[in-house]
């Protein structure tokens, strides 16, 4: 039913379903835990963040309970929640919990797993956001590293590409964003061809931060030959 954009019965069909599994089988049954995931996730749906919060939190809660905070499940309720925690402009809870995700998904399904750059990924766009650069660059950096395991389209792997080359830019580390450019438009060349939209904005971002390298160069030029000889 949410599918079809009927949410009003959908959330009512979901809270139905809700109850009778908490009488049934118990708060803590995993069948139970499912139908209040589901209803928060039906919650989202129509943006209703503040009511769908306290349902994803109990869901944690119980999954941290009854399978550990390494387990699978519990750090994708722990992303979840991060999430929605974003969505709702609570960026220091949100940092957090990605942080906690981050960390359950190390444990439950290993470093290079997908769902483990996935969110390393968004916690990377939460620290660019915020200007946090160099909290932001290990995070992106580590997804450039794992392309193959994210198993990402070209146009996901560049669209981070593109986010590290100015979390790089924005430190002044415009040698090494100009090598990620330089990196990027061949991929989008090959990927999209010479010709595509994406080669043409990695053409103009690779000339922007090389027009930086060449000032920064040109400015060491100077002071150098600027600077008296001690001989």
């Not at 069948?31 to 995931?37: E, I, K, P, V, Y």
């Not at 550990?68 to 960026?91: F, I, W």
Request: charged share 25%; proline share 3%.
């Amino acid at each position: 039913l949410a599918q079809r954009g009927q949410f009003v019965e959908a959330e009512r069909m979901a809270r139905d379903a809700l109850e009778i599994r908490r009488q049934v089988l118990g708060e803590e049954h995993p069948l139970t835990n499912n139908s209040l995931n589901n209803l928060a996730g039906i919650l989202m749906d129509q943006h209703k963040l503040s009511e769908a919060e306290p349902l994803m939190k109990r869901a944690l809660a119980v999954c941290e309970k009854t399978l550990g905070a390494a387990h699978p499940h519990t750090a994708t309720r722990l992303h979840n929640l991060a999430t929605l925690l974003e969505d709702q402009g609570k960026t220091g809870e949100a940092k957090d919990m990605y942080r906690r995700a981050l960390e359950a998904r190390e444990k439950a399904v290993g470093g290079e797993h997908r769902d483990t750059l996935s969110t390393a990924a968004y916690l990377a766009e939460v620290h660019y956001k915020e200007g946090e650069y160099p909290l932001a660059e290990p995070l992106y950096k580590r997804c450039m590293v794992g392309r193959t395991t994210m198993a990402s389209s070209d146009t996901q792997h560049l669209a981070l590409m593109s986010k590290l080359i100015m979390t790089l830019h924005k430190q002044g580390k415009n040698e090494e964003a100009f090598k990620y450019s330089e990196e990027a438009l061949e991929i989008a060349s090959k990927a999209q061809g010479a010709a595509s939209e994406e080669a043409a904005q990695f053409t103009k971002l690779k000339a922007a931060i090389g027009s930086h390298v060449k000032a920064a160069a040109s400015a060491a030029a100077r002071s150098s030959s600027s600077t008296p000889s001690t001989a």
